[in-house]
């Protein structure tokens, strides 16, 4: 299983930027998912988050900026990122809750339940 996370660039002060992560491999389903960010010399923090229903949560400091939405069908999650400021800035992490299935002889099914993660894309903003 992988997790491609894309969408990151450069940008100022007030624009805008669309974050995409796409999950592949022995998917049988994938629950909750989520965007987390390391700014430059700091920790990794949580961004949003997204339930398999569509609930969602996202921190303080991004709610009426950013949306968090998912395609179940296409095992993708998305991050529209509006009004973005210079403490936007670093590099951007999707983590996905995915049930991994495999296949075995005499056609029995097996999975496990496990955390990925993706590569990170980076996400700067210039004031």
């Known amino acids: 299983v992988q997790l491609q996370a894309s969408g990151g660039g450069s940008v100022q002060t007030g624009g805008s930027l669309n974050l995409s992560c796409v999950a592949s491999g022995n998917i049988l389903d994938i629950g909750t998912m989520g965007w987390f960010r390391q700014p430059p010399g700091n920790q990794r923090e949580p961004v949003a988050n997204i339930t398999i229903h569509g609930s969602t949560h996202l921190v303080d400091s991004v709610k009426g900026r950013f949306t968090i939405f998912r395609d179940n069908a296409k095992n993708t999650l998305k991050l529209q990122m509006t009004s973005l400021r210079p403490e936007d800035t670093g590099v951007y992490y999707c983590?996905?809750?995915?049930?991994?299935?495999?296949?075995?002889?005499?056609?029995?099914?097996?999975?496990?339940?496990?955390?990925?993660w993706g590569q990170g894309t980076l996400v700067t903003v210039s004031s």
């Open positions: 983590k996905a809750n995915i049930r991994v299935y495999t296949n075995h002889e005499g056609g029995s099914l097996s999975w496990v339940v496990s955390d990925y």
